[in-house]
């Protein structure tokens, strides 16, 4: 199984980026998929995640401004972020726990994808 992202660039301070994360493989059924971001310096921080009923959590600093979807038929999440800001620069990552064909449950992760908001 593997997590592909894709997204990230860079945008000036207000502006959009659409992330989207792709699982591929001997996938049974996805429960949670999520975005989690590091910037410089700093831990890796939850942004946003979704069930695989549509229920969904942000983090404060994210709340308001993004919004997390995903395609249970095409097993992709999104990160549609809006009203960027510089603090909003880190590489993010896609995460996903997946039921493998085995009947196992795994977490995977992406391998990350840079967003840098400039000023």
């Known amino acids: 199984v593997q997590l592909q992202a894709c997204g990230g660039g860079l945008v000036q301070s207000g502006g959009s980026l659409r992330l989207s994360c792709a699982a591929s493989g001997s996938i049974s059924s996805i429960n949670v998929m999520g975005w989690h971001r590091q910037a410089p310096g700093k831990q890796r921080e939850l942004v946003a995640r979704?069930?695989?009923?549509?229920?969904?959590y942000y983090s404060d600093s994210v709340k308001g401004r993004s919004t997390i979807s995903r395609d249970n038929a095409k097993n992709t999440v999104y990160l549609q972020m809006n009203s960027l800001k510089p603090e909003d620069t880190a590489v993010y990552f896609c995460?996903?726990?997946?039921?493998?064909?085995?009947?196992?449950?795994?977490?995977?992760w992406g391998q990350g994808t840079l967003v840098t908001v400039s000023s």
């Open positions: 995460s996903a726990q997946i039921k493998v064909s085995s009947g196992r449950i795994y977490a995977y």
């Open positions: 979704i069930l695989s009923g549509g229920s969904t």
